[in-house]
Antibody, heavy 115, light 111 residues
Framework: EVQLVESGGDLVQPGGSLRLSCAAS????????MNWVRQAPGKGLEWISY????????YYADSVQGRFTISRDNAKNSLYLQMNGLRAEDTAVYYC????????WGQGTLVTVSS | NFMLTQPHSVSESPGKTVTISCTGS????????VQWYQQRPGSAPTTVIY?????PSGVPDRFSGSIDSSSNSASLTISGLKTEDEADYYC??????????FGGGTKLTVL
């Protein structure tokens, strides 16, 4: 079964850091680019970052540029999102997604930024 | 910046047909693929249409996607509406830099 499972979401204070992980299974992870997408409470979907298959191309949304870092480990079938300088407006459910062909979504992990 | 515009909400009765539009702000929406996602409350999005008009296995053929270049828009059409189709629907495509762009989402009410 094709599956993406996110983890690492938590309650963190403003200015803090968090690292999200996404474990892939059921497909050849190294053959696909990957994305992180988030959804603030009651809001729509917001794309935040992209990484190519071999990590040579990386893009960020303006809202997270300079604070978040996307990475991947193809040997471990895993995608990561390092989040620094967290703000209240970063509070959201974070999804990893494989967006080539039939788009595959994880179940999401909740990040809450609050004091 | 390239944007996709969707109606905030649509409503229709069970058994009827509804169409949700997704209009590109510039360029040609036909230049990049368009995907459609369904999201029920409290759940992750799922794909109902990819590459403009392709259905993943398991998605009923009541769901269809199309592109209209003349209006620079994509459409998701759901026929034979069922109460289980009530959800938020998002379109998605790419900007000129190949960055993912989502529409604002449309709340479908089946009443």
């Amino acid at each position: 079964e094709v599956q993406l499972v996110e983890s690492g979401g938590d309650l963190v204070q403003p200015g803090g850091s968090l690292r999200l992980s996404c474990a892939a299974s059921g497909f050849t992870f190294s053959s696909y680019s990957m994305n992180w997408v988030r959804q603030a409470p009651g809001k729509g979907l917001e794309w935040i970052s992209y990484i190519s298959r071999g990590s040579s191309n990386i893009y960020y949304a303006d809202s997270v540029q300079g604070r978040f870092t996307i990475s991947r480990d193809n040997a471990k079938n895993s995608l990561y999102l390092q989040m620094n300088g967290l703000r209240a407006e970063d509070t959201a459910v974070y999804y990893c997604a494989q967006m080539t062909g039939v788009v595959i979504w994880g179940q999401g992990t909740l990040v809450t930024v609050s004091s | 910046n390239f944007m996709l515009t969707q109606p905030h909400s649509v409503s229709e009765s069970p058994g009827k047909t509804v169409t949700i539009s997704c209009t590109g702000s510039s360029g040609s929406i036909a230049s990049n693929s368009v995907q459609w996602y369904q999201q029920r409350p409290g759940s992750a999005p799922t794909t109902v249409i990819y590459e403009d008009n392709q259905r993943p296995s398991g998605v009923p053929d009541r769901f269809s996607g199309s592109i209209d270049s003349s209006s620079n828009s994509a459409s998701l059409t759901i026929s034979g509406l069922k109460t289980e189709d009530e959800a938020d629907y998002y379109c998605q495509s790419y900007d000129s830099g190949d960055h993912v762009v989502f529409g604002g989402g449309t709340k479908l009410t089946v009443l």
